[in-house]
């Protein structure tokens, strides 16, 4: 049987208030090399991502002040937002946690800025931490080498 997850980090979120002031940090002072700016117009976000070696750092900011980020901003100030796992058949993972009584924050797998499919499993089922999972586009997650690592297909 397919294991659900390899273990695999893709990528933690930070929820900043200005991606420019913070790329000031790692891309002025500490030379990473960021990805171009995409915003998720259904997520109300803008989002970069900084190869750091290993798991990538997603930095997101508001589009809008309805924006899920604006609001944790709001609550609890700038700060880690999410960690992201790679999976190698989301739709099979989202059976599985759901047959398990686990929430996820939308039902429905939606699609990432860089094209990936994703869902979010709520905190209150994940050791209070947002899990994001994202598909595996390799299809192979395992294995334990780290091809293909970097690569986002669309
Ligand atoms: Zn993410």
Known sequence: ????????????????????KTLALYRDALGVDPS????????????????VGGPRLELLEA?????????????RGEG?????????DLAAAVERI?????????DQIQRGAE???????HPGSAGGVLLELIEDESGEAGGGDSAGDDKVTD
Do not use: N, Q
């Open 1 to 20: 049987m397919k294991r659900i997850v390899s273990a695999k980090i893709d990528h933690i979120g930070i929820a900043v208030r200005s991606i420019e």
């Open 36 to 51: 171009a700016r995409v915003v998720v117009e259904h997520e109300k976000v803008e989002v970069v991502m900084l190869p």
């Open 63 to 75: 589009t809008s002040d309805h924006s899920v980020i604006a609001k944790f901003i709001e609550k």
């Open 80 to 88: 880690l937002h999410h960690i992201a796992i790679r999976v190698p």
């Open 98 to 106: 759901k047959a398990r009584g686990a929430r996820l924050v939308k």
């Open 115 to 121: 094209g990936y499919k994703y869902v979010f499993v």
